[in-house]
């Protein structure tokens, strides 16, 4: 983008911004004063209708007061009738009797529907009669706070319940209890009144349905809601304490009016209660202020609508200008983030074929790395075997020269993610330090590196180059936040147990921390996405990060990243932590290899290669016809030829590869043992999901004689 692009932008900007001010402007002159009025109005009419609603209120709580009050008058006398039924009697005597105590019963609760049910029970709380059955079930109340009340104090005490559930028809009902005594003048046991909550919640739904917003409940005195219309989805079963009838209730005041919100719907309320005679029982009325102030408002915008149409009109135009207005504002700011999304998208692309076209480069050339490589592994192993003496400390060199240029060929193909993954048990005290002579010339001098690693550090199983190009990766970030210059250091130790998780397991913690310039907070939600990056484009792929997520997220562990402006940011890799394994010493001689004595039929078409490779068979005790094409080990097999196993290269010149004349031989000679060889990494996967055995190349003699004996037992 220019400079006159921008400021041309930038002045565009401004026009629209200005043209929104005057639009609201517009609309606050055309409101303001009708407003005013509207606002009077319904400030006098609110106050209006709380009134109208308190006294509704009032007048529901007076209803529902004296139907509450008549229900209990009505249990009270029944309950009398029975206790005088049933006193001075012995249970024995109740029992005998108890047909006719059913009967009776049932005759005094039939035309009274609050009643659920009434008991007797004897002074071990097992029934006697009840009006409900006839033939009673097997069950005891010993255990009901009623029956307990009742046997610690004298007879002639009534007690309410809290809101209990029927053990035989699990109906919600409130009791009310009182003790006799027996023959002996003794606890005889208790004469239970159910009372159905559904009959008194029947009742104060009809009582409210032409009262919109009111509310009606029946509770006990320490809170306890026996019912409430209307229903509340999840509503709590007891007010809470600090509630504002609750708060008057502990003051003494059997009745009250207030305003408050209500703790069973969280409703802003005007709230009035009164305490039904001498029980601890109490019927609460409540209107909804919110329902009172949506009616207000209701009425307002009526009257909004019939008065001031033309400022809706008015107002509604302005509101599209403006919509418009942002519209196309927000249209080019999407358009340009589209742009440069898409320009990100394309160079991540390039990059990627880039990458691609690395690896098959790097595929080929490894390829007869590993070559050259196995030709010289295996003549310094003929020449230990044929001159153990001569030169042993030159030969152990060139040894170590091998085993490094493998790993640089290892660590060459990680790179260029053409090496497939190879989990192995990772000494980090071992491997970690290393890594410093990977990483230090990425950095420059600028940037010291610091490789710390806790000596009590657990070892990790993963896949040690996959590791190693992470810490590259998060290094090359590192330089590029630091272009003036800063510090670098690695860290691993075990992880404490916060740090892991709860009910996590064992944790490896690796970090890597930088004082560079940081990153947004806003933005560290998104730096592990892919394709997501902070560069410029053409400097990053947004790549990297993704990739150390996810390694770490293949082998159970997870990455975090931490980051503040101005000072640094910190990724912590955690990987879950493995038991040692016993060190072996490298300092014994390998114990000679048993004799093989196997026939075997080679494929390579490198005659240095098999130069080398025929006489470490031989060595091994093999006989070995070797080819140098695919086409002439098949015409050896279709003559008859059976060697003991097929060893062949994958990659070779002809008609056929190795894997076309691996395949060939399954599907004819299926009893034929194979033995695939490569050096190229990328095919080890591949060869090994077909079925077919693979070394990599180089290999070493105890690899062919291990792999040997294997497939030819």
């Known amino acids: 983008m220019t400079w006159d692009t921008a400021v041309a932008r930038e002045d565009n900007q401004s026009q629209a911004q200005a043209s929104v001010k005057w639009l609201r402007l517009l609309v606050l002159l055309s409101v303001a004063v009708p407003l005013f009025i509207y606002l009077v109005f319904g400030a006098v009419g609110y106050a209006d209708a709380r009134e109208e609603a308190e006294l509704r209120v009032s007048r529901s709580l007076r209803v529902a007061h004296e139907h509450a009050s008549k229900v209990m008058?009505?249990?009270?006398?029944?309950?009398?009738?029975?206790?005088?039924?049933v006193s001075g009697r012995s249970p024995q005597e109740l029992r005998i009797h108890a047909e006719e105590l059913h009967a009776t019963l049932l005759a005094r609760v039939k035309d009274q529907p609050q009643i659920q049910s009434v008991w007797i029970f004897d002074s071990e709380g097992k029934p006697i009669a009840s009006s409900r059955f006839a033939q009673l079930p097997v069950f005891d109340v010993s255990d009901r706070d009623y029956f307990q009340f009742h046997r610690l104090r004298p007879p002639g005490?009534?007690?309410?319940?809290?809101?209990?559930?029927?053990?035989t028809t699990k109906e919600k009902i409130v009791d009310i209890s009182i003790g006799y005594e027996d023959h002996n003048s003794q606890f005889g046991g208790v004469i239970n009144v159910s009372l159905l909550s559904a009959y008194f919640q029947d009742f104060y739904s009809d009582l409210v349905a032409d009262e919109p917003g009111l509310a009606v409940n029946l509770f006990r005195e320490d809170g306890a809601i026996y019912t409430r219309w209307p229903l509340v989805d999840k509503a709590p079963e007891q007010l809470a304490p600090d509630s504002p009838v609750m708060r008057r209730l502990h003051q003494g005041e059997a009745s009250a009016q207030m305003r408050g919100i209500s703790s069973v719907d969280r409703q802003d309320r005007i709230i009035a209660y009164r305490k039904v005679g001498s029980y601890p029982l109490y019927v609460g009325t409540g209107m909804n202020l919110t329902s009172l102030r949506n009616q207000v408002l209701r009425q307002l915008g009526a009257l909004f609508a019939l008065g001031a149409l033309p400022v809706a009109a008015l107002f509604i135009a302005a509101r599209m200008a403006l919509?418009?207005?942002?519209?196309?504002?927000s249209t080019t700011e999407r358009l340009e983030k589209e742009i440069a999304t898409r320009r990100r998208a394309e160079e991540a692309l390039l990059q990627a074929q880039k990458l691609e076209a690395l690896g098959r480069l790097t595929g080929g050339v490894a390829h007869d790395f590993n070559n050259a490589l196995m030709v010289i592994s295996n003549n310094l192993h003929l020449l230990r075997r044929t001159l153990p003496e001569a030169g042993s400390k030159q030969i152990d060199s060139m040894a170590r020269a091998v085993k490094s240029a493998t790993n640089l060929t290892r660590q060459l193909l990680a790179f260029s993610r053409r090496q497939p993954l190879v989990a192995e048990h990772v000494v980090l005290q071992d491997k970690l330090p290393p890594t410093k002579d990977l990483i230090a010339p990425v950095l420059g001098s600028q940037i010291p590196l610091e490789v710390q690693v806790d000596p009590a550090t657990a070892p990790v199983v993963l896949d040690l180059a996959e590791l190693e190009l992470a810490l590259l990766n998060l290094s090359i970030n590192a330089r590029d936040a630091m272009p003036q210059g800063g510090s670098l250091v690695i860290r691993a130790r075990n992880a404490s147990e916060s740090e892991a998780g709860q009910g996590m397991p064992a944790m490896v913690l690796i970090e890597v921390a930088d004082t560079g310039s940081g990153i947004p907070p806003e933005l560290l939600g998104k730096v592990f996405e892919p394709f997501f990056t902070t560069k410029a484009v053409g400097e990053g792929t947004g790549l990297g990060l993704s990739q150390v997520y996810g390694m770490c997220q293949r082998v159970g562990g997870r990455a975090e990243i931490a980051s503040t402006l101005g000072t640094g940011t910190r990724i912590r890799l955690y990987f879950p932590s493995a038991r040692p394994q016993a060190v072996r010493e490298d300092a014994n001689p390998a114990p000679p290899l048993a004799p093989l004595n196997k026939r075997l039929l080679v494929v390579e078409d490198n005659d240095e290669v098999a130069?080398?490779?025929v006489p470490i068979l031989e060595s091994l005790g093999c006989r070995v016809t070797r080819v140098d094409r695919a086409a002439k080990a098949r015409a050896l097999l279709e003559e008859g030829e059976r060697p003991d196993l097929v060893l062949s290269d994958v990659v070779m010149p002809g008609e056929i590869d190795g894997v076309g004349l691996a395949r060939h031989i399954r599907q004819t000679w299926p009893a034929q043992k194979l033995l695939l060889m490569t050096g190229y990494a990328e095919q080890l996967d591949h060869i090994h999901q077909m079925g077919f055995d693979v070394l990599p190349k180089p290999c070493t003699p105890q690899m062919l004689h291990v792999a040997i004996a294997r497939i030819t037992q």
């Open 73 to 85: 008058a009505a249990s009270e006398a029944l309950q009398d009738r029975v206790v005088a039924m």
């Open 323 to 329: 919509r418009n207005a942002r519209t196309a504002l």
């Open 157 to 167: 005490q009534r007690y309410i319940s809290g809101p209990l559930v029927t053990r």
């Open 611 to 613: 130069a080398s490779l």
